[in-house]
């Protein structure tokens, strides 16, 4: 999510819509644009977004601890620019798009920084709960921020359901096991809230690029945008990969930039490509999908369920059993951010 377990998102975002149409008429909440679409695909593509992050998920983490977070992150960043890239040749819109730039500041931040600093979390933390820590704790940093910068009203209610989701995250992840593990935690902790506050920023700036595409009657649709998304994030990560590769190998750790090996990097490649479709390709795609005519509110609602999908997924794939602490707590954070989804 960055744009796939991380998920950039503004909690008033404008949906997305197809370059070739024009944007919505004021107070309306969607793009006419043919006929309406059935309301039971929509919800069916938000479900399948929130399967696809967390799928994305769990091959990020085997990705990661074969090649190294920063490793991982280039190569699957790679891949998606081509893909993604090709689409948005095809479509030929691009240039055309006078707001690109607010779409690659967003994915510099949301991308970029938030998903290299997430791909050394998840060797770290795993899955289950890096996925928890970044899907529920920036939804209410986006919100403080809008507060904070755009004057945006904050509810009552939006604060309690904020504070819920943040308190849910504290239980999940209170400390445990001995001090070692407790420090290799930290370290997966503060990369994970990193990874949050770059993400939440780069929500604000999201919402921002898809109000100016909107001015302009030149929304793009999903693969577009996040095409622009992950081109403005992949010098970040490319920078973040030549200065890994410098680091001496007698000084890596399994946890951050192991000692790679042939063998290591030939396994490495499916775990890679499945982070790279199921995360950036398809979940974004089917993510601004939703978006284009269901409300926001509904999409994101459901998205919010993601660390609670992961948890089966990494218990299976990962051997990564949770405690019905970790339970407990990951319910009360997903119902905290549904909960703001829905009064914001």
Same mark, same amino acid.
């Given at each position: ?31 006419? @644009?043919?006929? +309406? =679409?059935?309301?039971? $695909?929509?919800?069916? !593509?938000?479900? %399948? &977004?929130?399967? /696809? ?124 096991? @001995?001090?070692? +593990? =407790?420090?290799?935690? $930290?370290?997966?902790? !503060?990369?994970? %809230? &990193?990874?949050? /506050? ?147």
């Amino acid at each position: 999510m960055a744009a796939d377990v991380n998920p950039s998102f503004s909690l008033k975002e404008v949906p997305a819509r197809s370059c070739m149409h024009p944007s919505p008429a004021p107070g309306s909440n969607s793009i006419e @644009s043919g006929p +309406a =679409r059935p309301q039971n $695909a929509l919800m069916a !593509a938000a479900c %399948l &977004t929130t399967f /696809l992050w967390a799928l994305s998920a769990v091959f990020a983490v085997r990705s990661s601890r074969l090649l190294g977070g920063t490793e991982a992150n280039f190569w699957r960043l790679t891949i998606a620019l081509v893909v993604l890239g090709a689409w948005a040749a095809w479509r030929g819109e691009v240039i055309a798009n006078a707001s690109w730039h607010w779409f690659a500041w967003s994915g510099l931040l949301g991308i970029g920084l938030g998903d290299t600093a997430m791909f050394q979390a998840l060797p770290r933390l795993g899955s289950r709960l890096t996925v928890l820590l970044v899907a529920c704790v920036t939804p209410p940093l986006a919100a403080g921020l809008e507060w904070a910068l755009l004057d945006t009203r904050l509810t009552v209610e939006a604060i309690f359901f904020g504070l819920l989701a943040l308190t849910g995250v504290g239980v999940a992840l209170a400390p445990r096991g @001995s001090n070692g +593990a =407790r420090d290799h935690r $930290a370290v997966g902790i !503060a990369w994970a %809230l &990193t990874s949050a /506050l770059a993400g939440a920023v780069g929500a604000v700036v999201n919402r921002q690029a898809f109000a100016a595409a909107a001015a302009q009657g030149m929304v793009p649709d999903g693969a577009t945008a996040a095409f622009l998304r992950v081109l403005g994030g992949y010098g970040i990560a490319l920078v973040a990969w030549q200065l890994a590769a410098r680091v001496p190998k007698a000084q890596r750790t399994a946890a951050s930039e192991p000692r790679l090996n042939r063998l290591q990097k030939w396994r490495a490649i499916p775990w890679v490509l499945g982070n790279a479709i199921f995360g950036l390709i398809l979940g974004v795609s089917f993510y601004q999908e939703a978006l284009s005519e269901l409300p926001a509110g509904v999409v994101l609602a459901v998205t919010s369920l993601t660390p609670l999908t992961v948890i089966p997924l990494a218990w299976w794939l990962e051997g990564d059993r949770p405690t019905i602490r970790s339970l407990w707590g990951t319910i009360t954070a997903v119902l905290g951010v549904i909960g703001l989804v829905w009064t914001w």
